[in-house]
């Protein structure tokens, strides 16, 4: 069996502690099945450039990483990444930079990374790379001799091409995109529209689900990334979760609980969410004293400005809010900005009876699965989706919303709230079916399964 190798930016921790972000959690959980090594950045930021790799190895997965300058950081992961690809891809164009510098930035970053994984590879190796960080990271492996099979996964939506195209180096991207062997996106969509973009803009040719483009042919496939629902269900009922849950059910005064747990970021729609919420009183006026909402929002990307006006925008309304609605014994809503570790998370979903998560554009979102898995199967909450997010081709049994129809949210929150016991359990039961079929395992082990295959073939052609 191939050594896997897993590349992102963000490489998790190997003993469980928790850094918000879906990728890092699912990779963790992946790569401990498979003992493998994981490459990427160390998370630290450093004044000279080092390019020292660190080592570290625990329950047979090895972690290797770098650090980034401070420089590197402004211009690859800010800038980049994160001002320029990140908003692009979550049709917000209206936010994106086309800075040329943070592109200069982010191929030196993607060409030192690579050069520091090549002496780590051994040549039957299986490489995956993960996310937008890395669009080039494969074709610059290949520049520096690797012959390794190459997989890329990419964890956010592919934009349609009318919008992939405003990129001015649109071409180079997509052209770099094919050294690999294998394409992985979250959606039937996503391929749908990278797709487009090949055969339109560039010419391709496709053959099922091989594109041919550029003198180069790729497999380009859907793979719904998932979580371990099961360990996640039996984490929410531990003792240890629990404990937690009871603090905040103290709180509440057996109020219906409502939930929101996104890294605080705008494509997770959650000023929408406050604002549908509030319809919800002002419309509902029975809701008062008798609901409460819980909106967990860790502080991501903090330094890009955008993030930054989102804080003190979430910080208004919830003020807002709360001091429009607020009574002597009743707190209508309460935002904490702080990251929770996701067994404190485990409890707190399991004790509530709505999954609040709307975002306005979303690669899959975990959370939303989290939630589900989280529920007592005998007095099981209800799940309010977005139809925005790659999740709800997964999750048709969700209450699904359009985020941006304030008094439509509000309205499905009512419902969730009122929904009887008998169909709370069916959706619950058809949800929970969906993800004990589809979880990480089968996530990885059908993208590294797919790899491994077109290996064999390219071997016997
Ligand atoms: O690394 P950060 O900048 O702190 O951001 C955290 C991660 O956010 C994004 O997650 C995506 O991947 C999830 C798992 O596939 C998916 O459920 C979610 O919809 C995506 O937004 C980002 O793509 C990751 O690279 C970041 O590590
Ligand atoms: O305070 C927090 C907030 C979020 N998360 C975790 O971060 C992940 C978020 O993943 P998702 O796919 O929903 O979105 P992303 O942040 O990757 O865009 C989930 O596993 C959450 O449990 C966490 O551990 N603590």
């Not at 918000?20 to 003992?35: I, K, N, S």
């Not at 190895?57 to 690859?76: C, F, M, P, S, W």
């Not at 071409?171 to 749908?192: E, K, N």
């Not at 006026?285 to 330094?303: K, V, W, Y």
Request: net charge neutral; aromatic share 10%.
């Amino acid at each position: 069996m191939s050594r896997l190798v897993a590349v992102s930016n963000r490489v998790g921790s190997l003993r469980g502690a928790t850094r918000a972000g879906g990728l890092a959690v699912a990779l963790a959980e992946a790569l401990q099945t498979r003992r493998g090594l994981w490459f990427g950045w160390s998370g630290e930021v450093v004044e000279q450039s080092a390019d020292q790799v660190r080592r570290q190895t625990a329950g047979g997965v090895t972690r290797a990483t770098v650090d980034l300058t401070t420089v590197e950081h402004d211009d690859y992961y800010n800038g980049f990444a994160n001002a320029c690809l990140w908003p692009l891809f979550h049709y917000r164009l209206d936010l994106t930079s086309f800075d040329r510098r943070f592109y200069d930035s982010y191929q030196r970053v993607n060409r030192r990374f690579a050069h520091a994984l090549i002496p780590l590879l051994r040549d039957d190796d299986l490489v995956w790379v993960h996310d937008y960080h890395l669009l080039p990271f494969g074709d610059m492996l290949r520049d520096a001799g690797c012959e390794q099979k190459l997989g890329f996964f990419l964890h956010i939506p592919f934009p349609v091409r009318e919008v992939f195209t405003t990129l001015p180096m649109h071409d180079r991207l997509a052209r770099a995109l094919m050294a690999y062997d294998l394409i992985g996106f979250q959606t039937d969509g996503d391929v749908q529209r990278f797709r487009d973009y090949v055969l339109r803009e560039a010419g391709g040719r496709r053959d099922g689900d091989t594109l041919t483009a550029y003198g180069r042919t790729v497999t380009v496939k859907a793979f719904p990334i998932g979580i371990d629902a099961e360990q996640f269900a039996e984490m929410a009922a531990s003792d240890e979760a629990g404990r937690d849950a009871a603090r905040l059910k103290a709180a509440i005064f057996n109020r219906v609980q409502i939930i929101g747990v996104d890294r605080l970021d705008y494509t997770k729609g959650i000023p929408e969410r406050f604002h549908a919420y509030q319809t919800l009183l002002e419309n509902y006026p029975d809701t008062h004293g008798q609901i409460s909402f819980l909106q967990i929002a860790p502080t991501s990307r903090g330094e890009v400005p955008e993030y930054i006006h989102l804080r003190h925008e979430l910080e208004t309304l919830a003020g807002h809010i709360n001091g429009r609605f607020a009574q002597l014994d009743w707190t209508p809503l309460r935002y904490i900005n702080r990251a929770i570790t996701r067994r404190q998370l485990a409890g707190l979903y399991r004790m509530s009876r709505i999954g609040f998560v709307t975002p306005l554009r979303d690669g899959m979102n975990l959370v939303a699965k989290e939630y589900v898995a989280a529920q007592d199967p005998d007095d099981p909450g209800v799940l309010v989706l977005s139809r925005f997010a790659g999740s709800v081709k997964q999750m048709p049994a969700a209450l699904i919303v359009n985020p941006y129809d304030t008094a439509g949210v509000a309205e499905t929150l009512q419902k969730a709230r009122h929904m009887p016991l008998a169909e709370r359990c069916a959706r619950y039961q058809e949800l929970m079916k969906g993800l004990i079929e589809n979880n990480v395992g089968k996530w990885s082990d059908d993208f590294v399964g797919t790899l491994e295959r077109l290996g064999a073939e390219m071997a016997l052609a």
